[in-house]
T-cell receptor, first 116, second 116 residues
Framework: AQKITQTQPGMFVQEKEAVTLDCTYDTSDQSYGLFWYKQPSSGEMIFLIY??????QNATEGRYSLNFQKARKSANLVISASQLGDSAMYFCAMREGRGGFQKLVFGTGTRLLVSP | DAGVIQSPRHEVTEMGQEVTLRCKPI?????LFWYRQTMMRGLELLIYFNNNVPIDDSGMPEDRFSAKMPNASFSTLKIQPSEPRDSAVYFC??????????????FGPGTRLTVL
């Protein structure tokens, strides 16, 4: 089974509107971390936001927030007030907490296009 | 602070040639990771180092791939001989530590490798 599922291969949004990128995950661990990365056309992977499984509040970083619904095993990224520079691929990733090093497992990504 | 530095950014080579990719991690980061990104397989962890020592190379696809980290500020990923199916974007990432769920990996800009 896929550990991380991103069901939206592409999303479109108009500038200044909000957009939600979906991410669901599969784990039997109680302790895990969820990450979102942005990959613009230039290719680099940029860390955006982190949510821990025990965090009671949804993570926020500027215009980025994470809508964490633990019972549904979803960790959707919300981008408010979209900007043209937000056009990029977005990857959701998870690390499980079994102790020691656990690698990051990435989803297949969602391509976001912000139009003027 | 400078981020993770990779060189070259683009490499085009012919099948059978040796390819060497280079990475300089963020100063003070004890962990270094090599990833490969393809359309078919997404982002895969190839190998990671802790304090210059290879810890897990189970993701290295074949014996044609090798990685070294002679010191804390430099790592190489070598492919010899290269094949067209090695064409991908290769990322280097570094992290100050691992073991905590919050530990974030910071990625370099990637090297786009094309093997003809």
């Amino acid at each position: 089974a896929q550990k991380i599922t991103q069901t939206q291969p592409g999303m479109f949004v108009q500038e200044k509107e909000a957009v939600t990128l979906d991410c669901t995950y599969d784990t039997s661990d109680q302790s895990y971390g969820l990450f979102w990365y942005k990959q613009p056309s230039s290719g680099e992977m940029i860390f955006l936001i982190y949510q821990g499984s025990y965090d009671e509040q949804n993570a926020t970083e500027g215009r980025y927030s994470l809508n964490f619904q633990k019972a549904r095993k979803s960790a959707n990224l919300v981008i408010s007030a979209s900007q043209l520079g937000d056009s990029a691929m977005y990857f959701c990733a998870m690390r499980e907490g079994r102790g020691g090093f656990q690698k990051l497992v990435f989803g297949t990504g969602t391509r976001l296009l912000v139009s003027p | 602070d400078a981020g993770v530095i990779q060189s070259p950014r683009h490499e085009v080579t012919e099948m059978g040639q040796e390819v060497t990719l280079r990475c300089k991690p963020i100063s003070g980061h004890d962990y270094l990771f090599w990833y490969r990104q393809t359309m078919m397989r997404g982002l895969e962890l190839l190998i990671y180092f802790n304090n210059n020592v290879p810890i897990d190379d189970s993701g290295m696809p074949e014996d044609r791939f090798s990685a070294k980290m002679p010191n804390a500020s430099f790592s190489t990923l070598k492919i010899q001989p290269s094949e067209p199916r090695d064409s991908a974007v290769y990322f280097c990432a570094s992290s100050p530590r691992v073991g905590a769920l919050t530990d974030t990996q910071y990625f370099g800009p990637g090297t786009r490798l094309t093997v003809l």
